[in-house]
């Protein structure tokens, strides 16, 4: 068992010691009930009880993110695909087919990669919030940041995979009975995609 492994199961063994058992609810507003979820870094993280009910800010957060897991993709990729197009196409006689069809077939291989680590640690952090968040709406620059204290953290990411977070996406019961080595490679295929998008746009005409 390597040694990250080793942290996670850990991890896992806290978690499950500690919020195993229901905890009593919290009730908010006399509506919404939240139940802990785990602690990491010394900062509580809680959860609502029932997803479905879940407000309306945070349903569209979460819409966000499975748009983006289904797609493999998300909104930047696209816009630096279509301006990549743009600027391929720009010119008739100097059209380069081998760029077109390249970046073309990686955007055909994007629909077969495993979901990457980023759209994980996402959905975890429309789930999960700690006390400072508002329960009610999702805050882009606050949660980037939890995200980035998390990815510091050993573990993690088999953590989130063993998390509810694979009751609300199907597809992600799969990829946790694999290694996260294998989402860290598909990290590092979107990454080589972006970066040739990224390369075009940055060539001299």
């Known amino acids: 068992m390597t040694a990250q492994r080793s942290k996670?199961?850990?991890l896992l063994r806290i978690w499950k010691a500690t919020f195993g058992q229901r905890f009593r609810s919290y009730l908010l507003e006399n509506k919404y009930r939240i139940d802990p979820a785990f602690s990491l870094g010394g900062v509580d993280y809680y959860q609502f009880t029932n997803q479905e009910e879940v407000p309306t800010g945070?349903?569209?957060?979460?819409?966000m993110v499975y748009n983006e897991m289904d797609m493999r993709?998300?909104?930047?990729?696209?816009e630096l695909h279509t301006k990549a197009m743009d600027k391929l196409l720009s010119d008739p006689k100097k059209i380069?087919?081998?760029y077109i069809a390249q970046i073309n077939a990686n955007l055909k291989d994007r629909l077969n990669?495993?979901?990457v680590p980023d759209f994980i640690y996402k959905l975890a952090s429309v789930v999960f919030f700690d006390k400072t968040e508002s329960p009610y709406k999702y805050d882009l620059d606050y949660n980037t940041a939890k995200i980035k204290k998390w990815k510091e953290a050993p573990g993690t990411l088999d953590f989130f995979l063993q998390t509810p977070l694979k009751d609300l996406v199907p597809f992600l019961k799969a990829q946790a009975d694999v290694s996260s080595t294998f989402s860290i490679l598909a990290e590092q295929v979107a990454e080589t995609h972006h970066r040739l998008l990224t390369d075009i746009l940055s060539e001299k005409e």
């Open 73 to 78: 993709c998300d909104r930047e990729y696209l």
């Open 58 to 63: 945070r349903q569209f957060a979460a819409l």
């Open 96 to 98: 380069s087919i081998g």
């Open 8 to 10: 996670t199961t850990l």
């Open 113 to 115: 990669l495993m979901v």
